[in-house]
């Protein structure tokens, strides 16, 4: 079986760096997520891919077939990326994206924006209205006008807790059950989105506030540190080892997100470069996270 690209990146980068912390590094995944990631590899590949041996991984024959294929699937990539057309310094494209999800996809992707990006930059806009953007990463497919929008996969939400909060209040037994238990609720027009939503009907279920805030930094710094329970986005352990995924919840099923063009007519060779780009890193990123849920 030939493993995608995704994979196969992986791959490449653990037999590179000999081991899981310099390849998470490199890849911008800590090495809990990426050990996660490659027990998935190698049940895709129906063979054990590396062996460890005094610290370091070491590819296995199967490995080693993998690598081969990576590398060639990587210097093909890059012959295709040297033969698209240069793009000249210009304006930025602007990206509208809610802030949470942009917190939990830009580190991941950072490395394959920088080099694919080439003179392209963005602009990220994370407030509510899409006036002035280029693109949008929406939920709500867009009337059939203009550019056709880009299906870029699913994403859903989850009940999410640090092990400290765990260990000092236990796990709830529903995420409908949450009496006794403390959450962090957003404020401000963050909590009508649905995770906000939810998060307040909670409270009004019994669950005990334990801080409330507008900033989305803030909110994830204090679900992190345990200051009590939030809903985050399915995968958001992926770069914070200390969150345990505690619940799904039923109410908030997996919806798919789009890209969508916003501008007024055709998109420039700069929009559709930038949209190439996203919908390659955003893509791979909900690929991955979905298989948490």
């Given at each position: 079986?030939?493993?995608p690209?995704?994979q ?13 912390a310099?390849a998470?590094?490199?890849?911008g995944i800590p ?5 996660t ?13 590396f ?11 199967a ?13 093909e ?16 494209v602007?990206l509208?994206i809610?802030e ?5 996809w830009?580190?991941t ?6 080099r ?11 407030g ?56 962090v ?10 995770a ?31 200051v ?12 914070a080892p200390e969150?345990?995924q505690?619940?799904a919840?039923?109410a ?26 996203l ?7 909900l ?6 849920a």
């Open positions: 079986m030939v493993l690209w995704e196969l990146r992986l791959v490449l980068a653990i037999a590179r760096h000999g081991t899981l310099g998470g590094h490199a890849l090495p809990g997520g990426l050990e990631e490659l027990k998935r590899v190698e049940r895709a590949a129906g063979a054990a891919l062996v460890r041996e005094t610290g370091r991984l070491f590819p296995t024959d490995g080693r077939s993998a690598i081969r294929t990576g590398e060639r699937m990587g210097e990539m890059a012959r295709v990326e040297r033969a698209l057309p240069r793009m000249p310094p210009g304006p930025p602007r509208r809610e949470i999800f942009a917190a939990q830009l580190p992707a950072a490395a394959d924006l920088a694919k990006l080439e003179n392209v930059s963005l602009e990220l806009v994370t509510r209205s899409s006036q002035g953007v280029d693109l949008e990463v929406t939920a709500r497919r867009p009337a059939a006008h203009g550019e056709p929008p880009r299906e870029l996969g699913l994403t859903a939400e989850a009940l999410y807790a640090s092990e400290a909060y765990l260990l000092d209040h236990g796990r709830p037994s529903r995420p409908d059950a949450l009496v006794g238990h403390r959450v609720l957003l404020t401000g027009a963050h909590a009508r989105t649905e906000g939503r939810w998060l307040h009907g909670a409270a009004r279920a019994g669950a005990r506030v334990a801080l409330r805030t507008d900033s989305v930094p803030v909110f994830l710094s204090a679900v992190h540190a345990g009590g329970l939030g809903v985050l986005p399915v995968g958001s352990e992926e770069l969150l345990v505690v619940a919840l039923p908030l099923p997996p919806r798919p997100l789009y890209l969508v063009f916003r501008g007024d007519g055709r998109p420039s060779p700069r929009i559709r470069r930038a949209t190439q780009v919908e390659h890193t955003l893509g791979a990123a690929r991955r996270w979905e298989r948490r």
